[in-house]
């Protein structure tokens, strides 16, 4: 037999909260305290994930350690890795971004990993979908993965989002755009535009931010980052982000991505009245026999 293929998934969890107003990823939303990524690594667990790396800011590494080990599913390694905050302009406190994320995990990945965001529910089937590409002949070191959400999925019926717009040919990822604003309205989702509304196709693939990686990626992260650096001049709005990464990189050749459909449901947390909504679906799913009542330990 061969050698089992030990898979990472990266969970992002340093962010701010700024629309949300507090630590989404610390808000419990189980009936017994837990975390919305408590369901993400229970279902990682299930597919054949065996560690997980959270990329955490300081400021909350001990409540975040104490929260996270009451949960944490048998058989899956933690490592936290941080994200710093040194080095920010003035007037700037929230991290550079998802790409400074990842590149916060070199030195903890190794093999193939999947990353994912701390305060977001993908599915079962999205996370399977995942793993079974990290340990198939297809991916390698320049063959990437997105599970392709399709945007009827992907909103919330509280307020605008921020989605990664994709443009797919063959089942690969040629085109990304981050496009924000966007929400339901009248039954149509689109962005408001000088007074009219733009509609958006509700089939259109979007990118949550589940992608799948081979350690080739840090060397890209390294360099595109000190270019980004150098080319901000300190702008404390700019992002270093994940999207923007994987399309420079499609762009200049050096990567393709596999986009893998999911007809998964999203559901998360932006607004603080999201809280309800991913607490009653996390509640039906329990009833439904998705998930055990207690994920405790």
Known sequence: MGRRTETTIVIMAAGMGTRYGGLKQLDPVGPNGELLIHYTLYDAARAGFSRVVFVIRRDFESEFVDRISRSMPEGITAAYAHQDLADLPEGRKKPWGTGHAVLATRGFVDGPFGVVNADDYYGRNAVSSLHSFLTSPDHNEKTF????????????????????????????????????????????????????????????????????????????????????????????KAEFLIPEVVKTLITEGKIRVKVINTSDQWFGMTHPEDRATVTAEISRMIEAGVYPRSLAR
């Open 145 to 236: 993965a997105m599970i392709g959400y399709r945007l009827k999925n992907t909103v919330s019926p509280h307020g605008a989002v921020t989605r990664g717009v994709c443009g797919v040919r063959d089942g690969w990822l040629h085109d990304i755009v981050e496009t924000g604003g966007i929400e339901v309205k009248n039954g149509r989702i689109g962005i408001p535009r000088n007074g009219d509304f733009a509609v958006l196709d509700p089939e259109s693939f979007i990118s949550m931010n589940m992608w799948g990686f081979a350690p080739s990626l840090y060397g890209y992260l390294d360099t595109l980052y000190r270019s980004f650096r150098d080319a901000v001049n300190n702008d404390p």
